[in-house]
């Protein structure tokens, strides 16, 4: 039993071995210092909800990664953003999608989920809930490495071609025993204005109950296709397999070869980081002292 | 082993047996209507995706119910509409909300499904493919009893106080053995523009797999966070249950009492069809001649 446990991702998909080194570097650094100010406040006995939104705000605001600033561009050169968070000892959860304005997403998504009777607003109904907190204006998310993405999509049409998604997302169990999940995103390059994807779907890219929290990266439609989330919970609960073995019989044996990856961590704090793609920006930690920040196996 | 078997529902929620008798009564009605022609189409060999495609189209297009002509209003007046759809022999969805103009919000859904890499469009996205189909303005949707309702939701402002919401759903398992699941729906009297629920979240109030095929009806918020639909599938693979008791399981002991109910077929075409709340419109047949069609127990 680990008092605390936390892991975060960076995004998985095409990351071959080959990409710029300095890229690597820039994104494992970042990887590094998100997880070892995570490391810190869980120790200070922070609730894992709070772990996992503000590790996912320090994701949003790191350019290199497909969130808040850094995130890619749509089909008509624009950003729409989308978030969740769910607090698994209250089966608690919040989501927003079709954000072009808000700084932070995920702030918005734990707004829906604490002070709407919702679950999943868009656009303007969920903006309208964070008219106090940092707003932008849209092409403020826009960064030159997003823009060659979005020209190099443009010249193809090709969804399927789009690289280096990085979705963000982190996953927590606090001191106390609580779980808790978030994921933030900018989507797909060259993705239709309007499409929603897993990560504010609850129980496909972000899930927690009082058995796991998960939070998945990739093909936004395939983790929506098996539900993936509350897949693994289910063989926790109902086959009472441990997370190492839930997560990788959803992740390697039931969900497309290349379609992605998910972080997840158990009641009893142990992690698993299982994707079945080229790689997964990840890091974890938890209170044995154990940290491990990584791409490839 | 039944050969065919479809059932369909108009809603469940707050039905009292006080209500009008004769908006029972035609409601009824409406729904022997629906489930006669789906019965003979299954009987003719129809895949089960077009079943309950087709009946979903049927119970759009009566007034009487919360899907189409007769979707409730939003809080600024206006109609929001929502859908989805699942093929379980190839485990394909697709599903499309914040429709304003599409006069049958399930054929979005399906083409979403059959001709878009996506799974869930929102707005001008998806009722762009849908350019073909017939359109209407927002007001083409507004009936007398929904305006009425919503003035009474517009008195308190209480969004759960809104009665009759009548969301339409079919599921059927047809001569090949294929399961299938539709969902429409206006959603709930009052609800903010750009709220999303649970009928076109995939997992939620709409699911279909090898297993079962589920269409939920009631609090979609509840849906959402009970992943409702893949609740059901998860326990009886993994449990073995029958339909039956999976179903009732989920909607008795997990959901919370007065959140709604859900209609399902199993791959050998058995029926179920709990609810927690009042009552819930719904009908159903089967190849064994098997006819039923009920408000109360």
Redesign the interface.
């Known amino acids: 039993m680990r008092n605390w446990a936390v892991a975060i991702h960076g995004g998985a998909g095409v990351i071959g071995r080959s990409m710029d080194p300095s890229m690597a570097s820039v994104r494992m650094n970042h990887l590094e210092m998100v997880i070892r100010h995570a490391s810190e406040r869980a120790e200070q006995g922070q609730s894992a909800v709070d772990l996992v939104e503000q590790a996912v705000i320090e994701l949003e605001e790191i350019p290199e990664f497909n969130a808040g600033r850094g995130a890619v561009l749509t089909a008509d050169g624009k950003h729409e953003l989308e978030a969740a968070i769910m607090d698994g000892s209250r089966?608690?959860?919040g989501g927003a999608?079709?954000l072009r304005n808000i700084r932070n997403p995920i702030r918005l998504a734990r707004r829906v989920m604490e002070q709407s009777?919702?679950?999943?607003?868009?656009?303007?109904?969920?903006e309208s809930m964070g008219m106090d907190l940092d707003r932008v204006e849209n092409d403020w998310f826009t960064t030159s490495l997003r823009k060659e993405q979005w020209e190099s999509w443009a010249a193809t049409k090709r969804?399927?071609d789009a690289r280096g998604p990085a979705t963000v997302g982190a996953v927590a169990r606090d001191q106390a025993g609580n779980l808790a999940a978030a994921t933030s995103t900018g989507g797909r390059t060259g993705?239709?204005?309007?499409?929603?994807?897993d990560t504010p779907?609850?129980?496909?890219g972000t899930?927690a109950d009082q058995t796991c929290a998960i939070s998945g990266t990739g093909h936004?439609?395939a983790f929506?296709?098996?539900?993936t989330g509350?897949?693994v919970s289910?063989?926790m609960r109902?086959?009472n397999e441990p997370l190492a073995e839930a997560a990788s019989v959803i992740i390697h044996q039931e969900m497309p070869a290349g379609s992605g990856g998910l972080i997840a961590v158990d009641g009893s704090g142990r992690l698993a980081m299982p994707y079945n793609c080229e790689g997964m920006y990840r890091a974890a930690a938890d209170s044995s002292g154990h940290l491990e920040i990584a791409i490839w196996d």
């Open positions: 089966a608690a959860c999608c079709l009777p919702h679950v999943l607003l868009a656009g303007e109904a969920a969804e399927a993705k239709p204005p309007g499409r929603i994807g779907t609850i129980g496909a899930w936004g439609e929506m296709a098996a539900v509350h897949a289910a063989r109902h086959l």
